[in-house]
């Protein structure tokens, strides 16, 4: 089993609730890094991992009866790990466990034409183990969607992406 220590200081993982447009895109430092093919700035995982603790909702991407799927969810990062709740009975919950899933997450501005998104590519799992059950709920997460959400999701992330529009 898999465990991951918990920060005592939880509100260091909870999404900054910022009016839209006031949420902190990447800074780009004094020689702006790396420049993909397309032109955009490729984020380092550094800060691609503190843009994964700036985003309200992400989205998973899983597959479903052999297709691919893609859900909108409210998630929470601990260390490297994005943290799900959901209901024990979903397709959500059926479809990652011990599975590779993606998680994204995106912030863009259309009047500036300004943004970025980061990728994470992970194996998911179902949680089960009573002790890191109850750290689980004891986190700043609640689903939005309604119903009875039980059930949690941790997703590592062992790849990590992201991409600037300069």
């Known amino acids: 089993m898999i465990m991951t220590p918990f920060p005592h200081d939880m509100t260091s993982l909870r999404w900054h609730d910022l009016p839209s447009g006031t949420r902190e895109p990447p800074k780009a430092s ?3 890094g ?7 700035r490729v984020l380092s995982p550094a800060e691609c991992l503190h843009l994964l603790t ?11 009866r052999a297709l691919p799927a893609v859900q909108p969810v409210n998630y929470l990062l601990v260390g490297q ?10 397709k959500l919950a ?6 590779v899933v993606a998680f994204e997450i995106d912030d863009f501005d259309p009047r500036t034409r300004t943004g970025w998104s980061v990728t994470a590519v ?23 969607a ?19 529009i300069l």
């Open 34 to 40: 790396e420049v993909d093919s397309a032109g955009l």
């Open 81 to 90: 790990d994005i943290v799900i709740r959901t209901a024990t009975g979903s």
């Open 54 to 64: 700036r985003a309200p909702i992400g989205r998973i991407v899983f597959t479903d």
């Open 122 to 144: 992970g194996r998911a799992r179902a949680v089960t183990e009573f002790e890191e059950l109850q750290r689980l709920t004891a986190l700043p997460l609640t689903s939005w």
């Open 146 to 164: 309604p119903g009875d959400r039980d059930h949690f999701i941790v997703m590592h992330a062992q790849q990590l992406t992201g991409r600037q």
């Open 94 to 99: 059926a479809a990652t466990r011990n599975t």
């Open 30 to 32: 004094d020689d702006d």
